[in-house]
């Protein structure tokens, strides 16, 4: 975010007047710019994978018809994400009256003191310049948020200085008001106690707030957007009927419904040690949605997409450690890392009553038809016969301390490997890493097929045979 304003911006109120400058309330401002992105074919939503035809319609028309919005959906499907993608929506710079507590418009001041100002210095009334990023608050409602977090409240420092307890300048502004001219997200609306929500009602409606029965009014300009969790509606609080009736759009959001959204968003967002292949982050991609449909978790809270996030980063860093143990130089994440998926992260899933002890085996059997699932699509059509009467003859070792060339050295040379290699990326390296994860993938495809059998050893090694 730049920290200085482009030098050539207006200073003060009669130069903004004489450039030309037109106010635009903050939901205008919003969808001047929406339409501006949607007529020039580029993208508003720029790093939001999976929403394109779903969820992004529904938000680009609540926004076009100017509604406070709340995203409705599971922990980790992203609303957090596209609610401060709005800050793209606005003017990258727009004037603020310097040195005024809620960011005021030069035109439109609101305050009592900032009114004062402008009626005292006229043409003269300095003019300071925001950036967008400086207009995006936001808050996450917990049970201690209190009336004066929000809307403000007396400040009694004010009042020792001699001010009377009838002055409006006095108050304490909260973080709504400071948003003027701004975003206001709330995340996790429902948790906040239903005596706060009541204290948003004029703010959603009226457009201005009330402290302590001052009769002062301030016509905030502000975009209210929320998030909430379904299952908050019924286990930790709810939004009240008259604040969610205010609210002109309920969007829902949704897990990636492709497994290449899945991936992608994966790739965005995960942050590796080493190289993890596509082959292997469609595998995890494919395990995430399986425990998504499984009766065995609670659907109720949902299998974030950070589950999948932290099961690309756990398969990296196994490989990493395998690296720093045999000395390979570059950590090249092979199938046999997934193995410490299930147990790294089976604290981020909650799982139906009754499926107590299980835990582990549910997993593991998950994991296994999401690796048969990618193979079979990967691997269609390539005949892995030869591959396994090669392997009946000569077994192949491998396991989470055996390094990539050691298993690229006991592979038979037969034509299959070469198709396996291709059809996964392979092909025409010198690294022996991609090779050995390529056949793997392959072998244990064999072997979840009842074609090879597979034997583990004490010393944490794996023999197909």
């Not at 980063?313 to 720093?324: C, D, F, P, S, Y």
């Not at 991609?434 to 392959?442: G, I, K, R, V, Y």
Request: hydrophobic share 40%; aromatic share 4%.
């Amino acid at each position: 975010m730049p920290v200085t304003p482009p030098s050539d911006l207006p200073r003060t109120l009669g130069a903004l007047c004489a450039s030309g400058h037109e106010q635009r309330g903050v939901k205008t401002e919003i969808r001047d710019n929406l339409v501006t992105a949607l007529r020039a074919g580029r993208d508003p939503w720029p790093g939001i994978v999976g929403f394109g035809s779903t969820v992004l319609p529904q938000l680009e028309r609540a926004l076009l018809a100017g509604h406070d919005v709340v995203l409705l959906g599971e922990r980790g499907q992203g609303k957090t994400r596209l609610l401060r993608s709005l800050v793209e929506l606005l003017d990258e710079w727009t004037p603020v009256i310097d040195g005024s507590e809620l960011g005021e418009h030069p035109f439109e001041p609101i305050t009592p003191i900032s009114i004062r100002r402008a009626a005292e210095l006229g043409d003269e009334l300095p003019v300071a310049w925001r950036h967008r990023g400086e207009r995006y608050t936001e808050k996450l409602a917990t049970p201690d948020t209190a009336v004066a977090d929000l809307i403000g409240d007396v400040d009694p420092v004010k009042v020792a200085e001699g001010r009377s307890l009838g002055d409006p300048e006095t108050i304490h502004y909260g973080l709504v008001p400071r948003a003027h001219r701004g975003v206001v997200a709330i995340n996790e609306l429902p948790d906040l106690a239903e005596r706060i929500q009541v204290a948003l009602l004029n703010v959603m409606e009226e457009r201005d707030i009330q402290v302590r029965g001052y009769t002062l009014r301030l016509p905030l300009d502000v975009l209210l957007v929320a998030s909430a969790n379904p299952e908050d509606y019924t286990n930790r609080g709810r939004i009240i009927t008259p604040l969610k009736d205010r609210f002109g759009a309920e969007v829902r959001t949704h897990y990636p419904l492709e497994v290449a959204d899945e991936v992608a968003l994966v790739e965005q967002e995960a942050d590796p040690v080493a190289d993890v292949p596509r082959h292997l982050l469609e595998v995890i991609a494919r395990f995430t949605r399986l425990l998504r449909e499984s009766s065995a978790v609670d659907q109720g809270s949902g299998v974030s997409a950070r589950f999948a996030v932290a099961a690309a980063e756990t398969v990296a860093a196994a490989a990493l450690h395998r690296a720093a143990l045999t000395g390979e130089r570059h950590p090249y994440a092979r199938p046999i890392d997934l193995e410490s998926v299930p147990a790294v992260l089976r604290g981020k899933l909650e799982f139906s009553s009754g499926e107590e002890g299980r835990e582990d085996e549910i997993l593991e059997h998950l994991l296994r038809r999401a690796t048969a699932e990618t193979a079979r699509s990967r691997l269609r059509g390539v005949e892995l016969g030869e591959l396994a009467d090669a392997v009946a003859a000569h077994p192949v070792r491998t396991g989470v301390r055996v390094p990539a060339a050691q298993v690229v050295a006991a592979l038979p040379a037969v034509p299959a490997l070469t198709e396996v290699a291709m059809r996964l990326g392979a092909a025409g390296t010198e690294d022996p890493g991609p090779m050995a994860s390529a056949a793997e993938l392959a072998l244990e495809y064999l072997f979840l097929t009842r074609k090879l059998a597979k034997d583990e050893d004490q010393d944490d090694t794996v023999s197909y045979r």
